[in-house]
């Protein structure tokens, strides 16, 4: 049999690192391309060597040029945590809308099948809870979240422009706050910045009363259904999160016990148009991709806590 051969762009990141492990596993040809603006070679560095596997440093808002064939594109590229895409506004929209269209225009020459990377974000400070697929959201599109919010609501609708015009083979997975090993200790994110206070025994730093809340997936859990999806028949968005919500305050508190840290927690003020609410609606993962999380909060956060300690020390 040929190895089917996939292109993840952003592949050096968090997320994008561990979907290149998997497209190994499952005997993929994995082409890496990332431009290292937020990923790093690290995450990577134990595939420097593999005979199927190829890292590209490229920006994928220029033209994209792989040789050869090309059966899948994932399309992850971008930064995605609050702080990256509020010091790279212009970089955030560029890699939405520019990227995006070179990717799906590889996609097109290559006849290649598409997934791009969404996010629970186009969703904004939602009015419906929990969120589902059919929801269309509520974002302040020139609110500083805005350009992190509108460029996946714009790749989406790229993407299905293409799928429907073109004829290109196109999936969408809405992702939900991810968490795991390779994160950045200062990404910005509650989960790398809260295990670095505790680790450091530094106050947590709870943005407004603590009371928003997230739901917080597994990284194992959410490559298996990215897998699950670039495998399946369904064209339109899935979300892929764990329905498991808790509230800030809760979460802070949370990671103070695990830990082991005697930090205190104190309170900000709230970002303008921080999220209040946020819970997936996983019903039609579930029905299409028979994927639903393995693991609980606690348990992943276990199995995280020992790279966390690690980078901490490293620091």
């Known amino acids: 049999m040929l190895t089917r051969k996939v292109l993840i762009t952003g592949g050096a990141g968090f997320l994008g690192s561990h979907l290149c492990d998997r497209y190994l596993k499952e005997d993929y040809e994995v082409i890496c391309m990332d431009n290292l603006i937020t990923g790093n070679a690290e995450n990577i560095a134990h595939l420097i060597g ?61 006849g290649a099948r598409f997934l791009l990377a969404s996010t629970s974000e186009v969703y904004g400070d939602p009015l419906v809870h929990p969120q589902k697929e059919d929801y269309w959201g509520n974002v302040n599109p020139i609110g500083d979240r805005g350009v992190y919010d509108e460029a996946k609501r714009f790749a989406e609708a790229l993407t299905m422009a293409y799928h429907r015009y073109h004829g290109v083979d196109t999936r969408i997975v809405r992702i939900f706050n991810t968490y795991g090993s390779r994160m950045r200790l200062r990404d910005g994110r509650a989960l790398p910045t809260f295990m670095r206070q505790a680790l450091n025994g530094n106050p947590l730093t709870v943005y407004g009363d603590g009371s928003q809340t997230r739901s917080f997936t597994y990284v194992d859990d959410q490559v298996e259904g990215i897998w699950r999806l670039s495998q399946s028949d369904y064209v339109e968005p899935v979300n892929v999160g764990n329905p498991e919500e808790i509230s800030i305050l809760e979460f802070a508190k949370e990671i103070i016990e695990l830990t082991g840290s005697k930090s205190k927690i104190v309170f900000e003020e709230l970002p303008k148009d921080d999220p209040k609410i946020r819970q997936p609606d996983i019903s039609l993962a579930k029905k299409v991709l028979n994927w639903e999380p393995r693991y609980n909060r606690k348990e992943g956060l276990k199995k995280t806590l020992e790279y966390f300690k690690k980078k901490v020390l490293a620091e």
């Not at 899948?72 to 890699?95: C, G, N, R, W």
């Open 50 to 110: 593999n005979d199927n596997f190829t890292f590209v440093k490229h920006d994928v808002t220029n033209y994209i040029y792989v040789e050869g064939d090309l059966d899948l594109i994932l399309h992850f590229a971008s930064p995605a945590s609050p702080i990256d895409y509020l010091e790279m506004p212009i970089q955030t929209l560029k890699v939405g809308s520019l990227g995006t269209h070179k990717a799906l225009g590889l996609a097109k020459a290559k």
